[in-house]
């Protein structure tokens, strides 16, 4: 490979991972053809970017990117595979759920939300995080909360309030 080749490489890496707000690096290499196909058939259709790249022109274009990404460098060792995903959690949900049938993809390091995953023992903690739609409908959730315990308090206070009314009205002066 030229060296232009590779700085069109680099340059394209550069432009795909500032697209995106999170990537993993993952390991996909004792993959076979249809299971390779099957997983970029299923991060296509979860709107992740699954991109195999040289270790050290990935480095290249990390340290052209604006942003603290050393923490990384110590996963690019053997092949690797780029997730990128404008979600948070969506790739390692997508590699948990691949991995019930394959013991690949395995990941090596995370970027999500401007914090650093080293390791695969850290895929849990990926799942479980929440994206940004899933913390609005949260925040949805906690803010009707105490409107609708207002407006239920003041329904059933309603009835008892014209009950007492009426009762009193009714009585004998």
């Known amino acids: 490979m030229t060296r232009e080749e590779k700085s069109k ?3 394209g890496l550069v432009e795909k991972i500032q697209g995106a707000t999170h990537f993993y690096l993952t390991d996909i290499s004792a993959l076979d053809a ?3 196909g099957s997983l970029r058939r299923k991060c296509f259709e979860n709107d992740i970017t699954l991109i195999v ?4 022109l990935l480095k290249l274009a990390l340290d052209r990117i604006q942003g603290d990404y050393d923490e990384l460098y110590s996963a690019l060792k053997g092949n690797t595979a780029i997730m990128l995903s404008n979600t948070g959690n969506l790739p390692a949900k997508l590699i948990k759920d691949f991995r019930k049938t394959s013991d690949r993809p395995v990941l090596k390091a995370a970027y ?3 914090s650093v995953y080293i390791g695969d023992n850290q895929i849990d903690a990926l799942v479980n995080i929440k ?3 899933e913390l609005i409908g949260d925040i949805v959730l906690l803010l009707q909360s105490p ?3 207002v407006i239920s308090a003041l329904k059933s206070s309603g009835g008892k309030i014209a009950g007492i009314v009426k009762t009193l009205s009714e ?3």
């Open 9 to 11: 490489v680099v340059d």
């Open 34 to 36: 249809e299971k390779t």
């Open 53 to 56: 790249a040289k270790n050290t």
């Open 112 to 114: 999500v939300m401007e």
């Open 131 to 133: 994206s940004r739609e």
């Open 147 to 149: 409107a609708k315990n």
């Open 171 to 173: 009585r004998e002066n």
